[in-house]
């Protein structure tokens, strides 16, 4: 399955952003979605998770309270809303997708697809 994500962009601290996931060349419902987020110099963390059916969600405790996810399987898109965004949210954020079992999402590297990544860049 190829992942495109989009939707970053320069903003202001306190604002809001929606990030999509767009899939294809698979059925996405068959794909657990995480999104997780890099800056230079550092290792890329886990953000978020959500399962195949959506029913099911892991978040990292930075981003609790600020970050939703959410997909569609039936546009094969994902979604990453971020409430109140802080200079420290500034990062490349990537989708990924992996079709094991969801109790493993939180790691990066049981992940199978990943998308070029979008950046966001928050301003204080």
């Known amino acids: 399955v190829q992942l495109q994500a989009f939707g970053g962009g320069l903003v202001q601290a306190g604002d809001y952003l929606r990030l999509s996931c767009a899939a294809s060349?698979?059925?996405?419902?068959?794909?657990?979605m995480g999104w997780f987020r890099q800056v230079p110099g550092k290792q890329r963390e886990f953000v978020v998770a959500?399962?195949?059916?959506?029913?099911?969600?892991r978040y990292a405790d930075s981003v609790k309270g600020r970050f939703t996810v959410s997909r569609d399987n039936a546009k094969n898109t994902g979604y990453l809303q971020i409430t109140g965004l802080k200079p420290e949210d500034t990062a490349v954020y990537y989708c990924?997708?992996?079709?094991?079992?969801?109790?493993?999402?939180?790691?990066?590297?049981?992940?199978?697809?990943w998308g070029q990544g979008t950046e966001v860049t928050v301003s204080s």
């Open positions: 990924a997708a992996r079709s094991s079992w969801f109790g493993g999402a939180t790691t990066r590297d049981t992940y199978d697809y």
């Open positions: 060349g698979g059925t996405f419902s068959n794909y657990d």
């Open positions: 959500i399962n195949k059916g959506g029913a099911l969600t």
